[in-house]
């Protein structure tokens, strides 16, 4: 059983049918769950629930979290449609954990690394103060063990609602993979779907390996905001995955089947 | 004749002030009546008038004067406050982007290098420029000057005035993120002094990736956001419309930066602005830059570094609910 | 049955030996004659005459073996001697170049990387491969990941196989000048071992962008030179078909190069050349990376750099007139 | 009196006319030299020879040349259509000098430097293995004095007559670059008309500042090889120096009238 279980399995049924959003087919949830979120079909790769992604990548049992507590406060008093300390206590009563990164120890393959797994379902994986101040603790851990990092990011980008502490976030977490790689700690970056906006443009980019899911969606400017300004239709296939590989922007598009097993390859060629 | 200033939208009840000024200067000089204590009279209710508006200035209001079309520019700066400067045009890899300039020049007779984003004068020059928003190429080139520096030992005076990475087809495919990650993460590493002024807007990514410093000095009225009102307000009440409340929510002012120990200084602006005394603003700029290469320059490597890796590891605020 | 192998102009006598040796087996199983003998016979004599012509090949005739369309490819070498190979595209600011392949791979267990030129397969895949020639964003790929391989202290191998750098606009536009020159500086820098090897052909700054190692081997029937034999006849004799001239001038034959002290050692080929034994011919360069590798791996930093720094700095003929 | 008047105003008289290449207007020899080599009336830069480039650059009366007796050898025995010895000793005999690129020390605007200044009238300014040689040794000697390396590049590339080893010339000078850049000793690198091939390729294209007079040809594949390969007319301007400033690959054009002025405000930076 993996470290999830406790945690999740138990909140939502597995006997119900989801939808493939790419072939429509219907499928039976437990059918996806033992699939890892992959349509079997058409190959869609569905989000992968933060805490399946470390299920998928973690040797079962061996996930330590680190820094549960850290919880984001409300240094603008941010008043949107809804204020941020609202949107903060929903989030974190939806998702069960108090922000939108899990980051701890973990083996892949047999090798410790650490291990920080962005969550998407926590408002759509932004990093404000919380989420950077834990990407630069892993880090440091991973400096301090003498382990690899490994992130798996999905992030709408920086966190409006805490303003230029967000976008400090950006150089926070930067300068934090400056350090790494001044430490010669290896730094794998595996990008889900989507990865934008300020995540993109820091840490996520820093990789000294960067593999993503087939499909993701990866950029700093969203692509409706490129619609708006170049005021054409995007080409089929702008900014997902195969196509920056094409760029030259990230080195490979790793299926989610074949994620474990690359991640561990990739290790090895550090360990 | 001074060209005219373009007036903001809340400063229209200066501007008839001025209009009158101008009438009865006018008719005096024509009609040789002596109407100078009229003129005095006004002259003195506009100066009020215009400092009691800039005394409580809305962040709206203040992001309307760190765009201001007349604001002064980076290259404003550069030829004022420097001399010989050589503008470096390659990242050697990339055309050549003119959203920002970069090059050697000497301040205070020592040789530094400047980089900094350019907006245009007017509708020609911001097309060649692109309105300050630049390409992956443009912080390509500006690292690749910044690391000429801190390979010989030259302090780093960067100039922030974008209202943000260009959100292109383009800039996207040559990696545009990469570029910013990329100069955050080198400026990290550099073993020479970095002062960062933000001078008129300083538009999230675009101007994070000039924005690395020892020290970040911010002209009054300059604004630094994660992003900008409008898009702010498009996305929380899906109506670009609402920039102004947007522009509150942020806490994108200088007072409000200082406030979070994002930037170190604010430097001062003339009442009405940048563009109504560039060369108090410019004096005022030097004051600061040279303030903070002369605490900085006698630090060693080691002591630059540290300080600098230790100030941005504490942005940022939250609770431990352990 | 294997595929046709591909015949080369100064093959064909030995093509008309093999035709008749086929056909006599073909009629000694539709008639159940015994022709072994005869059989034998021919094919000692295929033999001998096929090792009289490989050994006394001109310096064209080894061209033409280099570039043969059937020659194994820098891929064929990484899937028979390499193990765990995790191809990497990224050089993070350009579009990928499939003229290059590289990546992170085990050598006998040890990790390594490893860069190529790769040639394509037949007509499509040297589309995709725009036959070897890379564009300044391949080189500049490869220069990632061999710093990769430099900040991991893990070893590279490069296997050079290019007619050389793709003379297009884009690749001027791009500075492929400057990725060349620029992959020659930082791979002096390097702190790990390279080992280069010459595996078809090795085409002027194309291939010198791969080309700087501890130690170079070469195929026995590779060749590596300033310009190509076409080249080189247009230019002194204004007739490209001059070629097999200048490819005898060129002396860009290993051998030739042996003399020089550009490479370290030559490879052996099996008689009838590479395509006609790929593995003993991987096994030869198997060897020969281990051999090499062993030599080198134990060297501290400063050794190796001396060391290449020495092997380079002396590169050159020349007499002192004073 | 600058240093090449000794050896260059003595053999070629200058009361003759010379014609514009580019606007064809007949100039009077005295005032093109007066005036290095730029066409008054439309800026053409006419090619300077190697000794009035020093001059041109250099303090008066303080170039001090390094290794002038440095001469070919001819290692492949190259056999051309004239064998590559005679071609060696017709172009000695035509420009006085050993070889296609002169160094030295200089001063330029008071400043010391290591100056090294390809000669085109000698074979192309082609780099054999004397070029390289050279190279490498002004770069040597400016580490050890620690004077700013300048290079004039004018070169047709690689000398095909020496074949691989001149090839092995591209990697010896970019390693001498590399072990000015260690040192951290500045190399601004100067490129006329036409700087091509495996100079371009290697240490012309290495500076930590690169300069480019108007107009120069600059680029590794030639023109007529492009046009051969993609079978198009290249577009006017193409791989000139201005337009490569447009593409980021050069840093400025500098008027023949403003080098010495430039150079100067350069090395200030770095002095
Ligand atoms: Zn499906
Ligand atoms: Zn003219």
């Known amino acids: 059983m993996g470290w999830f279980a406790k945690t999740r399995r138990n909140i939502i049924p597995s006997n119900v049918w989801e939808k493939c959003k790419r072939c429509e087919e219907a499928i039976y949830r437990k059918d996806l769950e033992k699939n890892f979120w992959v349509c079997q079909k058409c190959d869609y790769h569905f989000a992968l629930p933060n805490l399946d992604r470390i299920n998928l990548l973690a040797d079962e049992g061996t996930f330590e979290e680190f820094d549960a507590a850290l919880a984001s406060d409300d240094p603008l008093q941010f008043q949107g449609v809804v204020p941020y300390r609202e949107r903060l206590k929903k989030s974190q009563a939806k998702t069960l954990v108090k922000e939108a990164i899990t980051t701890g120890y973990a083996k892949i393959c047999g090798l410790p690394v650490v291990l920080a797994v962005f ?100 950029g700093f400017a969203g692509p409706r905001v490129i619609e708006q300004t170049i005021k054409q239709t995007l080409p089929k296939g702008f900014q997902r995955a195969e196509f920056l590989k094409e760029k030259g922007v990230i080195d490979m598009v790793v299926h989610r089947s074949q994620a474990k097993n690359t991640v561990g390859k990739i290790l090895r060629f550090f360990a | ?114 980089v900094g984003h350019q907006k245009g004068k007017d509708t020609e020059d911001n097309i060649y420029r692109n309105f300050g928003m630049p390409h992956p190429e443009g912080y390509r080139k500006a690292l690749r000057v910044m690391k000429l520096a801190n390979k010989f030992g030259r302090p780093i005076i960067t100039f922030v005035d974008t209202p943000g990475a260009y959100p292109g087809l383009e800039a996207e495919e040559r990696g545009q993120a990469e570029a910013i990650a990329r100069n955050c993460l080198e400026m990290s590493f550099f073993q020479v002094p970095v002062v960062v002024v933000i001078v008129g807007e300083g538009g999230s990514g675009g101007a994070v990736a000039l924005g690395v410093g020892d020290a970040v000095i911010m002209l009054e009225y300059a604004i630094y956001s994660v992003i900008s009102p409008e898009g702010c307000a498009s996305i929380l009440w899906k109506d670009a419309s609402r920039a102004e409340d947007a522009a509150t929510a942020l806490k994108l002012t200088s007072q409000d930066l200082l406030k979070f120990g994002v930037i170190d200084e604010v430097v001062t602006e003339p009442v009405g602005g940048a563009h109504r005394d560039f060369e108090t603003t410019a004096q005022n700029i030097e004051k600061a830059i040279a303030k903070y290469l002369a605490l900085l320059k006698p630090m060693s490597v080691e002591e630059l570094q540290q300080r600098r890796q230790a100030k941005y590891r504490q942005m940022g605020i939250y609770t431990d609910q352990k």
Request: glycine share 8%; aromatic share 6%; proline share 5%.
């Open chain 1, 119 to 218: 969550n998407f379902d926590f408002m759509g994986g932004s990093m404000g103060s919380v989420v950077g101040e834990k990407i630069v603790r892993a880090c440091e851990n991973a400096i301090q063990r003498r382990h690899p990092f490994v992130l798996v990011s999905t992030s709408g980008g920086a966190r409006m609602d805490e303003g230029i502490l967000s976008l400090m976030q950006m150089i926070k977490t930067g300068m934090a993979v400056a350090r790494l790689s001044m430490e010669r700690i290896p730094f794998i970056s595996f990008l889900a779907d989507p990865t934008t906006g300020g995540v993109t443009a820091s840490v996520a980019m820093l990789g000294d390996v960067i593999l993503a899911e087939p499909g993701a969606l990866i």
């Open chain 2, 1 to 114: 004749m001074t060209p005219t200033v373009h007036v903001l939208p809340f400063e229209q009840h200066l501007v008839e002030l001025e209009n009158k000024i101008t009438e009865l200067r006018a008719l005096s000089e024509s009609s040789f009546l002596d109407l100078s204590a009229e003129i005095e009279t006004l002259t003195q209710k506009l100066n009020a008038s215009r400092c009691e508006t800039y005394q409580c200035l809305t962040p709206w209001q203040v992001t309307q004067i760190a765009r201001h079309p007349q604001r002064p520019r980076t290259l404003s700066y550069l030829e004022r406050l420097f001399h010989d400067f050589v503008e470096l045009h390659g990242g050697r890899q990339f055309p050549d982007d003119n959203a920002i300039v970069c090059g050697l020049a000497t301040f205070h007779g020592e040789p530094v290098v400047v």
